[in-house]
């Protein structure tokens, strides 16, 4: 139970079906963590609170697991570390992986629970054909959560629940209202849930120190400008970069090495190809051979025609039919099969 309303109204449905059910919500990071005074509230304490009150209007127990030192070793710092790669994290993908489906589900078996429940938009479905589980999007293509969902693994898809996962939002909040639920009006969290005032930039200088700042130039060596430290932008970007030119230019690389930060036309910023590592197939055990799909490589971002195929190190060959624009590195690449997930990596 994170505290907002789609998990809140998970667990009535699950009431309703008849479930034996007990809610639990994981405490992420302390102020410290983020940069927040000790004395401040917290948004992290507030969801505690909402998701404890929502516990006891609905009858069921209420646990809070503290998993804030997991959170900080594979979320926090792999999104900081990420960033000074020169790459662009996902850390919802990371949560999800480590954290929701990866430390609560090993909890809630210890407890003796059979499954775990979110409030994911998603769909899960048992092919008995292949006997594999399948990862689905929702109805809500506005809502559909899959793309942060594609490391999951068989074990993970058999013991879950996505209660409100085809449901639209409307419909949620109005059984939040009708039970009288605290959070029916709560607005949706929209920001990276540690860094709350969406300034990352300045979150990772708090902890890493001042960045260094370097050469704005052309793909062919041509000084523009001086950037404020490459952590302040991302490939694709056109705006905020403080260049003029006599075209529009957006960011097509990040020099690390040479402290560069790289401009291009709008020509250059479009790709048709990409590699992937770290893939998770959830469609089948494994490729084996080039195959026809659709892919995506940005949250909510409309999915594109390619041909992904195996290479070395089990990293796969994503080719575009049409070149795609601002391919970022440490990116999840996710495929799909029409409405299913055929699974997905991060892009190196």
């Known amino acids: 139970m994170s505290g907002g309303v789609d998990s ?14 007990a809610g639990a919500t994981m405490k992420l990071y302390s102020n410290e963590d983020i940069g927040l005074e000790k004395t401040k509230t917290c948004c992290s304490l507030n969801d505690v609170e909402d998701a404890r009150t929502v516990a006891f209007k609905l009858g069921i127990d209420f646990h809070v697991f503290n998993f804030s030192g997991d959170f900080k070793r594979y979320v926090i710092d792999n999104f900081v570390d990420t960033y000074l790669c020169g790459d662009t994290p996902n850390p919802c993908i990371e949560c999800n992986k480590h954290l929701k489906f990866g430390k ?5 078996k210890l407890l003796g629970f ?8 998603a769909l899960i479905e048992h092919n008995e054909v292949s006997g594999r589980w399948l990862l689905k999007r929702s109805p809500d293509r506005l809502k559909d959560q899959s793309y942060v969902l594609y490391g999951m693994t068989q074990e993970q898809l058999a013991h879950t629940l996505f209660p409100v996962g085809e449901m639209q939002k409307d419909k949620i909040r109005n059984i939040a209202e009708n039970n009288k639920l605290i959070n029916a009006d709560k607005p949706d969290s929209q920001d990276i849930c540690f860094i709350p005032d969406g300034d990352y930039a300045s979150f990772i200088t708090r ?7 370097g050469d704005i130039v052309l793909s062919d060596g041509t000084k523009l400008g001086t950037h404020k430290g490459l952590i302040n932008y991302t490939v694709g970007q056109r705006r905020g970069v403080g260049v003029s030119y006599c075209e529009p230019l957006f960011v097509i690389n990040k020099d690390m090495e040479n402290n560069l930060l790289v401009m291009g036309t709008a020509e250059q910023v479009y790709s048709d190809r990409l590699i992937a590592g770290n893939v998770n197939f959830i469609a089948f055990e494994k490729l084996t051979a080039p195959l026809k799909c659709t892919a995506q490589t940005r949250y909510h971002q409309k999915d594109v025609e390619c041909t992904i195929s195996p290479i070395e190190n089990g990293n796969v060959l994503v080719v575009f039919e049409k070149p795609h624009k ?15 997930v055929i699974g997905g990596g991060t892009i190196i």
Not at 207 to 213: A, D, T
Not at 326 to 340: C, L, P, T, W
């Open 104 to 108: 609560f589900y090993d909890r809630a």
């Open 207 to 213: 902890r890493c120190g001042p960045q260094i700042p």
């Open 326 to 340: 601002a391919i970022s590195k440490g990116q999840a690449v996710v495929f799909y099969d029409g409405e299913y």
């Open 8 to 21: 809140s109204v998970s667990v009535k449905i699950l009431l309703d079906k008849g479930y034996d059910v």
């Open 114 to 121: 059979d499954y775990i429940a979110t409030g994911h938009y």
